[in-house]
């Protein structure tokens, strides 16, 4: 038997309840089985959409933006407390998920390779960070339960462009002044600027709530723009302030305006989100384009005119426009009053349009003259300056004598004079007379210079005739040259007066400065090879410096122990014009004491040699030292401590002293008596003494030999 159910209301939602049970429990099995088998995400920069990302896939999309955890359409998306984590799960298959926060994109969970999936957990940003949004995908259009609110929304967009325009007109040059004749050039600008500015930036639109149930559902709307604006609904328009939550009666609609503010047209879309407030029912979302429409205020097109050039044209943008414009000073003399006329010019321009009246103007001023001759001058002194040098050269002390060894010092002594003789001095030039009128004029020139006073000058107008001749005629616009000349060496200043019938007096004045005509040198170069850099003078000049002289410590550079050097110094002057010499002389007289002898130790003359060279044998008593073969130039002394060398100690006597030449004493070890002589430049051990050296100690490394050879350079002392 088959019963028949009443379909109350209340049946009804008995129903509801039991298959939303069922579906609940098959749905927390679909996810867990999600969970189990979740996808590895992409991280992703920028900001885009799971939609985006799939294109060109056909795909459907719901942005819960800002995240707030409720119910969806087919979605319900939970959120963790710390807004990092979110879990959701759905009635239709969910194709894609895009989970986006802070500045370095989010991540893509592609659910594709698994066919789509009802439900994941704990998806979250790639950084860990707060989540801003989270868009969801399906490949088919996911019908919400029956129950769920329908949502729907539109998004008007609109800012404003104001446009400004601004004008300017000027002139260059705005003034001119010159002579009858004369002609300028100004050019006139006229500059139209088109200044944009972009603002009121606003996304209005309608939100439509439907309610498809028959009971009365309660809701709450965020609505948002992705560039993060929030938007102002208010979905009670009957009280005050905005309304962003309310309740739907059933089967019932509710609309909500919205205002967004945003400070720019970055954003491209609008999301809203409904959230249901009774329980059992779910929200739902929408998501609109944002499409920008431009309010224009003010004109696009304007028309600038100039009307004294015949100028008139449409522009849409800044323009500047010049017109240049020939200016002249009038050649009828009628037009002048005391040789001055002045007129003036003024240009105005316009710019014109719907909501544009603009005019500016700017002027030229032209200022002319009826000129009188006009005058100017050269004015060139000169004078003779004759240059002539002296170069002297002497030394103090100019000799000196001594010993081998001995320093002296001199000092030398250069002194190159100057002298300057000057005369012949004159002044001379040219006058020059203008004429820019237009009719030849004549004149007359007196030419005065102010030192002495009452000095002039004579002047010659025409070459031609001998004598003073201060008088000629200037063709219109043409210029005469008249010259001058005076003599005097103390003027600063000249005058020309130049007068002509019917003009002023004309005074041209020049200064007065001589150049010399140099005959010589005005700067020589002092130099002396020895002690003196070459170095550039200009005046007298003395340069003392030191010499040193020294007398030779070696014996051969003496003869008969004496020698005398004479050494000359030598300074030079020159220039284009001077070539002088001059040389001072130092005498040095020196006397060396000390004549070279060649020592040998006392013992036994080498077999087969005629020298008196000797070799000694190994001894403990004193051995002389004999130089040249008749002097005892001092002792030996042998010792041998027991350490396996050989020590030979030689003092020299009073009256010798080792000679400063490098290895001066040479010691020969033999183990038996030499029967050769042995050249002491082959001895194997070699010392150098310094010269102040009057006791010296040699050691022979290992060696116990029985005869040595001793050789020493040696110097004897003659009184």
Known sequence: ?????????????????????????????????????????????????????????PSYEIKVDPPVSGSYGPLTVTFSPDGKLVDFTSTVKVVAV?????????????????????????????????????????????????????????????????????????????????????????????????????????????????????????????????????????????????????AVPGNSTVYCDYVANPTSKAATSNNVQVSSTTSGVPGNSALAPVNWKENIKGDETVKLSD???????????????????????????????????????????????????????????????????????????????????????????????????????????????????????????????????????????????????????????????????????????????????????????????????????????????YKANVIGDESVTLSGPTYLSPQTISDTTTKTFPATFKCSTNPADYTNYQRTDIYNNIAYLKGLKTDLSSKASVTVKCRNPWQSETATGAGIRYPGTSNWFMYTPYQTTKVDLIAGQHYDAGDIYMTRPGDGNTYIKITLASGFRFANVAQNLKIQSFAKAPTTYVQPGNYKHKFTIAQGTNTYKAKISGDTAKFYGIHADVERYVP
């Open 1 to 57: 038997m088959v019963s028949t159910l009443k379909k109350t209301p209340l049946t009804w939602v008995a129903v509801w309840l039991l298959a939303l049970a069922v579906c609940a429990t098959a749905l927390m099995a679909t996810a867990q089985t999600a969970r189990a088998a979740s996808v590895t995400p992409t991280q992703v920069s920028g900001n885009p959409t799971c939609k985006t990302l799939l294109s060109p896939s």
């Open 307 to 513: 009307p004294r050039f015949d100028y008139s044209q449409d522009i849409s943008a800044s323009t500047p426009e010049d017109f240049p414009e020939k200016f002249d000073c009038s050649t009828d003399p009628s037009r002048y009053t005391n040789g001055k006329y002045s007129y003036k010019v003024t240009n105005t321009a316009t710019l014109k349009g719907a909501t544009t009246d603009l005019s500016a103007n700017a002027d030229v001023n032209v200022d002319c003259s009826l000129a009188a001759l006009a005058a100017s001058k050269t004015a060139e002194g000169s004078y003779d300056r004759n240059i002539s040098w002296k170069l002297e050269k002497s030394v103090t002390p100019t000799s000196h004598s001594g010993l081998a060894g001995d320093s002296f010092t001199s000092n030398y002594t250069i002194k190159a004079t100057k002298t300057v003789t000057e005369g012949n001095h004159k002044v001379t030039g040219q006058i020059l007379i203008n004429n820019p009128a237009s009719i030849s004029q004549s004149f007359s020139v007196i030419d005065e210079l102010d030192k002495p006073a009452g000095t002039t000058a004579q002047v010659d107008c025409n070459s031609d005739l001998a004598g003073d001749q201060p008088t000629a005629t200037v063709p219109a616009g043409m210029t005469f040259v008249c010259t001058y000349s005076a003599s005097t060496g103390t003027a600063t200043l000249n005058t020309a007066t130049v007068t002509a019938a019917g003009n002023n007096d004309v005074k041209a004045t020049a200064p007065v400065s």
């Open 98 to 246: 895009f989970v986006k926060g802070g500045t370095d994109g989010g991540n893509f969970y592609d659910y594709r390779p698994l066919g789509g999936t009802l439900g994941d957990t704990g998806l979250k940003l790639p950084t860990d960070q707060q989540i801003s949004h989270v868009s969801f995908c399906w490949n088919e259009k996911p019908e919400p339960p029956q129950t769920a609110l329908e949502v729907s929304k539109t998004a008007d967009a609109t800012y404003d462009r104001t446009i400004k325009w601004n004008l300017e007109k000027s002139v260059d040059d705005d003034s001119h002044s010159g002579q009858a004749g004369d002609s300028f050039d100004s050019t006139w600008n006229v500059k139209a600027t088109r200044e944009d500015s972009l603002g009121n930036y606003k996304v209005t639109g309608k939100i439509t709530i439907n309610n498809p149930n028959s009971q009365d559902v309660g809701f709450s709307v965020t609505d948002k723009l992705d560039d993060g604006t929030m938007a102002d609904v208010d979905c009670d328009p009957a009280t005050d302030g905005n309304q962003a939550t309310g």
